[in-house]
């Protein structure tokens, strides 16, 4: 590994290029930030409203809508770490939307745990837009201002301060899912539609009426988060508001037993709609449980942690089962998500620096890993006309760097050390063996075997042996290839160099769980 100093050094032209753009232009940041949010939104109402247009116009548009956000994220995250912030909120816009009556405003800006996330919503999002343009998909258009809309949905939800408007920009993300599902989803898609539209509103409204219930009680008169930080609440309410939090956002994280939708629904997703989706959207939940629901109400937490404990062992052990069980591709690769999301549950069960820090990595690492999967999964299904791994095989000789990009991902899924996902479960490991339930360390190494058995499997069952079905296609396109490049590389870049996100979550996790800024930092385990 590479020492601080020498990571450092591969930044510091351009965090002095940043240095001299801030004396420069103070709002160009805030700029920025808005574009990144706003610009996808522009883009996808340009397309709506212009006549008809040849599909290249249609593709270099979309493009340029999925570039932006990723540009925005990198230009912001360069800045952020030249900024010196350490882990607090920069880039701050309040603007009025009518509303300050009801202590509502348009508050934008992002701290160390949310800066993370909104890079990486950027880099799945200009990832899957260069998967939806070479779809090929019929009314490639609206597929297009569809991902587009969702897009800058997610960018607002990890930049809003607000709650009100983090709780609007998840819906505005959300509903272009049921309408990407029901239109271009696979087999049965109405019914996985409706079944998500259930499960996902049930806890929308919980989790609103959480949100609610936090800004009223807490006395501070204002969905600014800022201002209800240093709020306080009775311990029998805290326990009844994180109750409502918990259960809402769990639904949405897929949080077991509120897990069915999930595997069907992304299974069933077209791919860019299931990579935005699995890798980003669902992480709306665990994200408000870490920045809203546990500073704001840690007696409550406290209270539910046993609860959660059991089920994120749920998720882990019972939904790795299930896993196990599986021979199509897709479906196997979504229960793997909703398996997944046990491990960053079990580092908010933890409390501590480690442990909140361990999620926040883990949460940006799977995003990456899962959106690449995903894609991957759709061009096998491409080329072989299923994802039934009982009928694939033998597609390393036809396809290897297919094979190539899709041994890389199992690995990182599984946290291969290099990759992204080793980071996040080695703190969340620590901080386990630091808490006061050391011996949940071993059903989570469970875990991690039962990943490593249907991972490698996978890679079996299709990559080698004999192929029951015809090939076509031939290997990975220009296209496919670069957006899965950019994910990969991106999960190879915070796998070698942890600290390029680690220091600013450490910093903000500091600052807003003190009772845990004892245990070891995440950083820590880069030294």
């Known amino acids: 590994m590479m020492s601080s100093i020498a990571h450092l050094a591969l930044f510091d032209g351009v965090a002095e290029l940043f240095r001299a753009m801030d004396a420069a232009s103070p709002r160009a ?35 340029l809508g999925f570039l932006l956000p990723a540009l925005s994220g990198l230009w912001l995250w360069i ?16 603007a009025s939307t009518g509303l300050d ?18 890079v990486m919503s950027g880099i799945v999002g200009l990832a899957a837009g260069i998967y939806a343009i070479q779809s090929g998909v019929e009314r490639l258009r609206l597929y297009i201002i569809l991902h587009l809309i969702m897009l800058g949905g ?80 009775e311990t029998g309410w805290q326990n009844a508001v994180y109750g409502l939090l ?52 840690p007696e409550g937490a406290m209270a539910w942690n046993p609860l959660l404990l ?38 908010i069960f933890a409390f501590s620096a480690a442990g909140i820090g361990g999620a926040v990595l883990m949460m940006v690492a799977h995003g990456l890993s899962v959106a690449l999967l995903f894609l991957l999964a759709d061009s096998i299904e491409t080329r072989c006309g299923t994802t039934d791994m009982r009928d694939l095989g033998g597609l390393g000789n036809q396809a290897p760097v297919l094979m190539a990009f899709f041994v890389a991902a199992i690995m990182a ?65 220009g296209a496919e290839k670069a957006a899965a490049l950019i994910l990969l590389l991106s999960l190879f870049f915070v796998g070698f160099w942890p600290r390029s996100m680690s220091d600013s979550i450490d910093a903000a996790v500091a600052d807003s769980f003190p009772p845990a ?6 950083a820590a385990l880069d030294d």
């Open 29 to 63: 940041h805030t700029s920025v930030l808005l574009l990144g949010i706003f610009g996808p939104l522009a883009f996808a109402l340009a397309l709506a409203i212009s006549g008809k247009l040849e599909d290249r116009a249609v593709k270099i548009a979309g493009f």
């Open 79 to 94: 800045a952020y770490l030249s900024l010196g912030v350490e882990g607090g909120y920069a880039f701050l816009i309040n």
């Open 101 to 118: 009556f009801l202590g509502v405003s348009l508050f934008l800006g992002l701290n160390g745990i949310s800066l993370p996330l909104y």
């Open 154 to 233: 997610l960018m607002g939800l990890f930049a809003s301060i607000d709650l009100f408007f983090f709780f609007f920009f998840h819906e505005f993300a959300l509903i272009p899912t049921f309408l990407l599902i029901a239109i271009w989803g696979r087999q049965g898609r109405r019914a996985v539609a409706l079944e998500l539209t259930i499960y996902l509103t049930l806890g929308a409204m919980l989790t609103l009426a959480g949100l609610i219930a936090l800004a009223v009680l807490s006395g501070a008169g204002s969905f600014n988060l800022i201002a209800l930080r240093v709020a306080l609440m």
């Open 246 to 297: 918990l259960i809402g956002m769990g639904i949405l994280v897929s949080l077991f037993p509120f897990h069915s939708w999930a595997p069907r629904g992304y299974a069933t997703a077209p791919a860019p709609t299931a990579m935005l989706h699995a890798g980003v959207l669902k992480k709306f939940g665990l994200y408000g449980l870490i920045q809203i629901a546990v500073p704001l109400l």
């Open 310 to 347: 059991w089920l994120a062992l749920g998720n882990i052990l019972i939904i790795g089962l299930i896993t196990l069980a599986q021979r199509d591709l897709k479906l196997m690769l979504g229960n793997a998500s909703v398996m997944h999301m046990g491990y960053a549950f079990l580092g």
């Open 413 to 477: 899924s599984i946290g291969l050390p290099g990759f992204a996902n080793f980071w996040g479960e080695l703190a969340i490991f620590t901080a386990l063996w630091a808490s006061a339930s050391p011996w949940v360390i071993a059903p989570t190494v469970a875990g991690i075997v039962i990943s490593a058995i249907y991972g490698l499997r996978a890679v079996a069952r299709i990559f080698f042996g004999e192929s029951a079905t015809e090939f076509r296609g031939g290997d990975l396109r």
């Open 517 to 522: 800024a004892t245990f070891a930092p995440v």
